[in-house]
């Protein structure tokens, strides 16, 4: 069922939006909701104008209601302070969820609801303004447990949302419209007889396709049991299209990512496209030596390095904690950083490798070192490839002390740090951080978002970083004049209609007034941005 919802947003845009910039001082972040009470597991997505949303649960009033803030390219808020309600929940706990941006800047939201009593998967769209547009219960009347949910926004306009579901454990997706009307008649289930399947990721394939990944349980229990991650791609209709057993064509298996030791209980790693019809896959294991390993499927179904992965390190008496993974079309180049620790778990370090193409470690058998091992715990690692090659690696250090800080490296494609005497401090406030997210800007810049206990149980703070390592705004570049972060266009429509109205940024640009600063402009708008 679909619904208009308009009301409680309207007001709530009626009393305007709430100056915030990024700031250049770690010790203080850019503040993105600070009511009392907890807020926490922020998402942070690109905007189409070099800004960004960041979506995330808010038990100020209790329930952990949903709430969204819109920054433009300058970090300013431009929602009311503290973001929009986005949904008033009275749920005691929460899940994760995701959040999704669409090129014309509305916001598209999934999540665990408590409407009509049988928890459904809610899915929600807001307009670029902070309107809602529509909302609906994407798992319709159906019972029982639903596990937290994933988006896809699909290069046929559609949105793709995968949940799981009990009775038995299987994996549901659905697709809707940019109306939020259903395209299919119900959701395709992902099912096999006594394995139960969670759900971990979905991301879009070309052509209205999308590409599914799950944890399959190898038994009844999935807590005693091995998890293995597998994965199916769905055309537009939802019909499967990956068969690794070709010889049973009325079957259509779905691939097997990784079936050798197991996943961790309540692991359920994210993978991204790889751009050509395939995905990248990057995944921890529990047995053996706790090895983390990549695997490239191709728009075919094959896989592209040898049956399980290549596995990141080989380093002796080290376990691999997590892999994040980011991922660069253009060469193909798959790079990944982790935790790593002792076999006691006493102490800890982070890496970072980038595979190649071919499955080759091209950083050493080992990696490269990011931070030596110290009995100083690293979590919530996230990857971001770096534009010409290289990755920018994000983490919280010492994350569940009370002197807590967020970390950042670069390192280009040669494994040469990009940024002076790393790590930059991005958040040097001494508190308890958790549950970092981390997205690339239109800019190039990072935008970087974490829950922080520095003012009370938890606030959202986040951070800009330039793809310099400096933080904050980077210096004004005068061919951008309407702020967004690029030169395009735009900015000489902008500056025309300023100098018009007779705006002294426009009229004076260069220091002379009149025609004159039309030229000046137009020259500074073709040399560009430094």
């Known amino acids: 069922m679909r619904q208009l919802m308009t009301a409680g947003v309207v007001a709530a845009l009626a009393a305007g939006s709430a100056p915030a910039q990024w700031t250049s001082d770690h010790a203080a972040n850019t503040t993105i909701a600070d009511r009392s009470g907890e807020q926490v597991q922020p998402k942070v997505r690109a905007a189409p104008d070099g800004g960004c949303v960041i979506v995330w649960f808010d038990n100020s009033a209790g329930g952990y209601d949903v709430y969204a803030q819109r920054l433009d390219a300058q970090g300013n808020a431009l929602w009311p302070s503290n973001g929009v309600l986005v949904r008033d929940r009275s749920v005691s706990s929460t899940q994760d969820f995701d959040a999704q941006v669409d090129a014309s800047g509305n916001v598209i939201i999934a999540f665990n609801d408590d409407v009509n009593g049988n928890s459904p998967i809610s899915v929600h769209k807001l307009s670029p303004g902070g309107a809602a547009l529509w909302a609906i219960q994407a798992s319709g009347a159906q019972a029982g447990f639903k596990g937290p949910p994933q988006l896809a926004l699909l290069d046929d306009g559609g949105i793709a949302v995968a949940w799981s579901a009990a009775s038995p454990l299987s994996v549901h997706v659905h697709k809707l419209d940019a109306d939020g009307e259903s395209i299919w008649p119900g959701p395709v289930v992902l099912s096999e007889a006594g394995q139960p399947y969670n759900l971990c990721d979905i991301q879009p394939a070309p052509g209205g396709a999308m590409i599914v990944s799950w944890v399959r349980c190898a038994g009844s229990n999935c807590v005693t049991s091995n998890k293995h991650l597998y994965a199916q791609k769905l055309d537009a209709t939802g019909m499967a299209q990956w068969d690794?057993?070709?010889?049973?064509?009325?079957?259509?298996?779905?691939?097997?990512?990784?079936?050798?030791?197991?996943?961790?209980?309540?692991?359920?790693?994210?993978?991204?496209?790889?751009?050509?019809?395939?995905?990248?896959?990057?995944?921890?294991?529990?047995?053996?030596?706790?090895?983390?390993?990549?695997?490239?499927?191709?728009?075919?179904?094959?896989e592209l390095f040898a049956h399980n992965g290549v596995s990141v390190s080989i380093q002796a008496a080290r376990f691999q904690l997590g892999a994040a993974l980011a991922f660069d079309a253009a060469s193909g180049d798959a790079y990944v950083a982790w935790i790593e620790s002792n076999t006691a778990q006493s102490q800890w370090a982070m890496y970072a490798q980038r595979v190649t193409d071919e499955g080759v470690r091209a950083w050493g058998d080992n990696g490269i070192e990011l931070l030596p091992i110290s009995t100083t715990q690293g979590s919530f690692t996230a990857a971001l490839a770096r534009a010409g090659g290289g990755v920018e690696v994000y983490s919280l250090a010492n994350c569940c002390g009370a002197a807590g800080a967020v970390h950042a490296f670069a390192l280009g494609a040669d494994g040469a740090a990009a940024w002076a005497s790393p790590p930059v401090i991005v958040s040097s406030a001494p508190s308890a951080k958790t549950r970092l997210d981390a997205a690339r800007l239109s800019s190039g810049a990072a935008a970087v978002a974490w829950t922080d206990a520095r003012l009370d149980t938890g606030n959202i703070y986040a951070q800009r970083v330039n793809p310099d390592g400096s933080l904050g705004n980077p210096a004004a570049c005068p061919a951008d004049f309407d702020g967004n972060g690029e030169r395009e266009v735009g900015d000489i429509f902008a500056f025309l209609s300023a100098w018009f109205a007779g705006a002294p940024a426009a009229f004076e640009f260069g220091g002379t007034p009149g025609v004159p600063a039309i030229f000046a402009f137009l020259a500074a708008w073709f040399a560009d941005c430094p």
């Open 244 to 302: 690794r057993v070709p010889a049973t064509p009325a079957i259509m298996d779905p691939v097997i990512v990784f079936d050798g030791t197991s996943l961790q209980n309540g692991y359920f790693p994210p993978f991204v496209p790889d751009g050509a019809g395939g995905a990248v896959f990057a995944w921890y294991e529990t047995g053996g030596n706790r090895d983390a390993f990549v695997q490239r499927i191709t728009s075919g179904g094959a």
